[in-house]
């Protein structure tokens, strides 16, 4: 999974919202590093709700102009848990075989 899809779906995890918020989340989860343009935002927010990822939890008009407010689907819930689960996986070992304090070797069969 690509950083930005992770941290649109991590913006959408604990709740609904508007695009320019799922922004403003991103830049903040990533502490700057991604800042994501217009049209980038809702050319993967598009593809996500493609992917049965992300739903439109509701439309509202603000000022005359419509505005869409997304949530993670059920299987964006899942894809999002599953990524979050291989990736502390992977840290781990990268730990581990960097000798960092804390870091455990994954059980055995």
């Given at each position: 999974?690509?950083?930005p ?11 609904p919202?508007?695009g ?13 590093r991604?800042v ?7 050319g ?5 709700l ?12 603000v ?6 407010i997304y ?5 964006g ?8 689960t ?8 990268a ?6 304090p ?5 059980a055995?069969?």
């Amino acid at each position: 999974m690509q950083e930005p899809t992770l941290l649109v779906l991590t913006a959408l995890a604990d709740g609904p919202r508007h695009g320019y918020a799922v922004a403003q989340e991103v830049k903040v989860l990533s502490g700057g590093r991604v800042v994501l343009r217009t049209g980038t935002l809702y050319g993967a927010l598009d593809r996500l709700l493609g992917e049965g990822l992300v739903e439109v939890h509701r439309e509202e008009v603000v000022d005359g102009r419509a505005r869409r407010i997304y949530a993670l689907s059920p299987a964006g819930r899942g894809r999002l848990a599953d990524e979050v689960t291989r990736m502390a996986a992977t840290a781990r070992e990268a730990g581990r075989r960097l000798g960092l304090p804390g870091a455990v070797a994954p059980a055995g069969p």
